[in-house]
């Protein structure tokens, strides 16, 4: 029975995994540029809308969803250790929460709080974006390396 749960678990985080890895490429490799193609008050304008449109809709459930199920495979290997792939498992599961949800919100959502907060149209915008950009997307950066390193693990630990 343990060992269906931590299969289905294991299944579901890969996905979850790799759905948030090709999210947050997509950002890092063109959706950021081609917001700052655009002038500043624009970039900053969509990149706040686009931030509520993620915490309301399917993307916090997937994110959400892929912590919890991450969580459990992390909670579950010390009673598992026996099993070969618990070590997969485990390792998959903590980076996903740390270089992924840990850092979305000891980085990127502190940044998003303050770009909601910012008038797009203030004398002081454009520099403030800019700063905004640089730090959010390198943080996004991490968070894409972190998916993509959690699926390799758990899709291992499918084997």
């Known amino acids: 029975m343990m060992e269906t749960v931590l299969r289905i678990l294991t299944w579901v985080s890969v996905l979850g995994c790799g759905l948030m890895a090709g999210v947050f490429f997509a950002f890092s490799t063109f959706v950021m540029n081609g917001l700052t193609r655009l002038p500043a008050a624009r970039g900053i304008a969509a990149m706040q809308a686009i931030n509520v449109s993620a915490v309301s809709g399917l993307f916090i459930a997937a994110f959400i969803g892929t912590a919890l199920t991450c969580a459990g495979l992390v909670l579950s290997s010390p009673g598992t250790w026996s099993d070969p792939h618990s070590r997969e ?37 454009a520099l403030h974006w800019a700063r905004y950009v640089s730090g959010w997307t390198a943080w996004n950066h991490v968070r894409t390396v ?12 499918l084997r």
């Open 89 to 125: 498992r485990l390792l998959g599961g903590a980076i996903f929460l740390v270089g992924c949800f840990g850092v979305t919100a000891a980085f990127n959502v502190p940044r998003n709080d303050a770009l909601a907060a910012l008038n797009p149209d203030s004398a002081d915008a």
């Open 146 to 157: 972190a998916c993509l390193a959690a699926t390799v693990l758990l899709t291992r630990a």
